[in-house]
């Protein structure tokens, strides 16, 4: 999807969603504290322009834009995931059970929060 000297991102091997995207330093660091500081606005800038076209390309009302420290990180190497999705694919995504909230931010609005269950989940 895009590379630059110190950056690689491509489309995630296990989805959540359509579109979601990981964004790699190709210096080997674990942790976000780990990677040097001249290195951390172009991850940051790049991470950006990511979360645009693959919202764009997608049509999606917004994204989750996550990395995992050491909890949840499947694979030992700073990642950052731009999962794109609606307000109803906004929820669901596997993390926890029960009412959780949602947050969607759309360019140039006010961010909306919505507090409902999400309908694949058990009572």
Do not use: Y
């Not at 489309?11 to 979601?20: E, M």
């Not at 964004?23 to 976000?32: E, F, T």
């Not at 500081?37 to 693959?54: I, K, S, Y």
């Amino acid at each position: 999807m895009l590379e630059t000297e110190r950056l690689i991102a491509f489309l995630d091997h296990r989805p959540l969603f359509r579109g979601h995207t990981l964004l790699v330093p190709k210096l080997h660091v674990q942790l976000l504290s780990d990677l040097p500081g001249d290195q951390v606005p172009e991850f940051f800038m790049t991470a950006q322009r990511l979360e645009r076209a693959v919202e764009d390309g997608l049509g999606a009302d917004g994204s989750m834009i996550l990395i995992n420290n050491v909890v949840s990180q499947s694979v030992p190497h700073l990642h950052l995931h731009v999962i794109p999705g609606t307000s109803v694919t906004g929820c669901g995504s596997g993390w926890g059970r029960g009412t959780r909230t949602t947050t969607i931010i759309r360019r140039g609005n006010t961010p909306r929060r919505s507090g409902r269950r999400c309908p694949t989940e058990p009572g």
